[in-house]
C-alpha cells in the first residue's frame, strides 16, 4: 500500500466516525509529503519518524509535540 493511500483511508476514516479532522489531517499529509505519497508503507521506520518530527523543529518544542501526537494516532 502507497503511504497516500493508507493517510487518506485513516483520514476517511476518522472523518467517518464524526469528527472534523481538518489540522490533523493536515499534519499527516505534510507527514506524506515528506515520506513520499507514492513509497511503499513498508519504508516506514523508527528512524524515519524521527527524522520528520526533528525536522524544523529547533527552538519549538510545541512542534514537534504536534507531530508525534498525530503520528502517534
Known amino acids: ?3 497516500s493511500e ?3 483511508a485513516y483520514v476517511e476514516y476518522r472523518r467517518a466516525t464524526g469528527e472534523k479532522f481538518d489540522s490533523s489531517a493536515a499534519r499527516l499529509f505534510r ?3 515528506f515520506i513520499g505519497p507514492e ?3 513498508s519504508i ?3 528512524e524515519l519518524c524521527e527524522q520528520y518530527l526533528s525536522k524544523d523543529t529547533a ?5 514537534r509535540l504536534d ?3 498525530i503520528l502517534d494516532g
Open 6 to 8: 493508507m493517510i487518506s
Open 1 to 3: 500500500m502507497r503511504v
Open 39 to 41: 513509497e511503499d508503507v
Open 44 to 46: 516506514i521506520t523508527n
Open 59 to 63: 527552538g519549538n518544542p510545541r512542534l
Open 67 to 69: 507531530r508525534h501526537i
Open 31 to 33: 507527514f506524506m509529503r
